[in-house]
């Protein structure tokens, strides 16, 4: 500024030929027609697209940020879906394990109580048969004890007449024969 | 600077006829403004900007190639951070015409530092002028079409104070709104480029002078060389400074003509 003032006063003094404070008026012509162009030019072609860039961009952007907004809760309602879903399953696997304890406890509970059934009634049956077989043998016995008596007693008188040797005798054989007749029926 | 020096063939010191380039069509003629370096530039610039734009933007794309993100940003720049935060939601309206001085207003500046060329139309009043009306008259229609004629003078002119100061404050709101603005707006940018063009020269000019007048100089002429370089940079600085001084100030008056108070 003081050195325009400066330059303008010493120019003043010295030349008379321009003012630099007066504008020329051929300058401006120029000046005019040359920024009219300009100020068509970028304020009608150029500035508004701009506008528009920014406003499409914008756009874009918030529209990215709703859609993104809406797949987060869509994606938070299915998390809370499956979540739901998995304790459900969760609760219905453990009611399932209960379920199948109980069960197995069940059964082998009635397992058991067949088996001892069961072996309750081998057994009678073993008792039984036992009882069966020694009443038929005492049976058996009974008979041929009697039929041996008799044998015994008939031997007997048949060689009483025999010497007390010969009767000694015959009492042995009988005993031997009742011994080996005993050990062969045991057998 | 060599060249530019040699083909000034300029006296040192640098005067005001160092800005009055002689005619370039018809070739060396004086006086005649017609087709000069200044107005070739100032097509330039409008051709550049304009060839810029159109070529970033032909196909704008969601998501931007950097040549469309680079023009992008400037208008975002001078929409968001002038034209919205100065005026508000409405500021967008405005963000086109804001740009488009922007772009104008640096692009003619930038010439003051690109070697060669070195000299910005707006050292030369007119094209200043130019923008400077246009800024005043927008801020005026806007503010009458908001608030209609009477309310928007009144709105303009009459601040909120005791009435007996309103004698004193109406002239210096009528002078200060009405006067000095557009004036102040076009000496601003006008005085800038002016100034940094000048210093420019003196320091160029001034090294050739002093080697000139005496061998022994010489590592002063280098000095001065070295410092015509170091301003360069500050110039940049000045460039930017003022093209948003500019737009800003317009943005304001705007905002001022649109606010329902004083």
């Not at chain 1, 304790?87 to 397992?111: F, K, L, M, N, S």
């Amino acid at each position: 500024m003081i050195t325009q003032l400066f330059v303008v006063a010493e120019a003043a003094a010295e030349e008379t030929k321009h003012n630099p404070i007066l504008p020329i008026w051929q300058e401006i012509v120029v000046g005019t027609v040359a920024f009219s162009v300009l100020c068509f030019v970028l304020m009608k072609f150029v500035f508004p697209q701009m506008e528009k860039t920014f406003q499409a961009r914008v756009d874009a952007i918030e529209g990215g940020i709703k859609r993104a907004e809406t797949a987060q809760a869509e994606a938070n309602e299915l998390l809370e879906q499956y979540r739901a879903q998995l304790a459900e399953a969760r609760t219905e696997a453990a009611r399932i394990r209960d379920e199948a304890r109980a069960d197995a406890e069940g059964i082998r509970q009635d397992v058991l109580a067949k088996a001892r059934e069961e072996s309750d009634r081998i057994i009678a049956a073993g008792n039984e048969q036992l009882s069966a077989q020694r009443e038929s043998i005492v049976r058996d016995l009974r008979a041929e004890i009697g039929t041996l008596a008799v044998d015994l007693a008939g031997k007997i008188v048949g060689e009483a007449l025999a010497d007390e040797a010969r009767t000694r005798g015959t009492v042995e054989r009988f005993i031997a024969d009742l011994d080996s007749a005993g050990t062969a029926g045991r057998r | 600077m060599i060249v530019q020096s040699t083909v000034l063939a300029a006296e040192f010191p640098p005067s005001v006829e160092d800005f009055y380039l002689p005619s370039i069509l018809p070739w060396g003629a004086e006086n005649n403004y017609w087709f000069t370096k200044i107005t070739v530039l100032a097509w330039v610039a409008v051709a550049l900007i304009i060839v810029f734009f159109l070529v970033t933007y032909r196909k704008p794309q969601l998501v931007p190639s950097k040549k469309q993100w680079f023009a992008e940003s400037v208008y975002g720049f001078v929409r968001n951070n002038i034209a919205v935060e100065m005026i508000g939601p409405r500021g967008v309206n405005f963000a086109p015409y804001l740009t488009t001085l922007f772009c104008f207003v640096i692009f003619m500046n930038f010439f003051g530092i690109v070697p060669l060329i070195q000299i910005s139309p707006n050292s030369h009043i007119a094209f200043p002028a130019i923008l400077a009306v246009i800024s005043y008259v927008m801020f005026i229609y806007v503010g009458i079409r908001q608030h209609g004629f009477v309310k928007y003078v009144k709105n303009s002119l009459i601040p909120p104070a005791p009435w007996f100061i309103l004698p004193l404050l109406i002239p210096i709101e009528f002078f200060s709104n009405f006067l000095v603005r557009p004036f102040s707006l076009a000496v601003r940018l006008f005085a800038n480029m002016f100034a940094g063009h000048m210093l420019l020269l003196v320091f160029t000019l001034g090294g050739f002078a002093m080697i000139n007048a005496n061998a022994l100089l010489a590592p002063v002429s280098i000095l001065s060389w070295i410092l015509t370089i170091a301003l360069t940079f500050l110039e940049f600085l000045v460039i930017c400074l003022q093209a948003y001084v500019f737009t800003v100030l317009t943005a304001s008056y705007v905002q001022g003509a649109l606010a329902d108070e004083h």
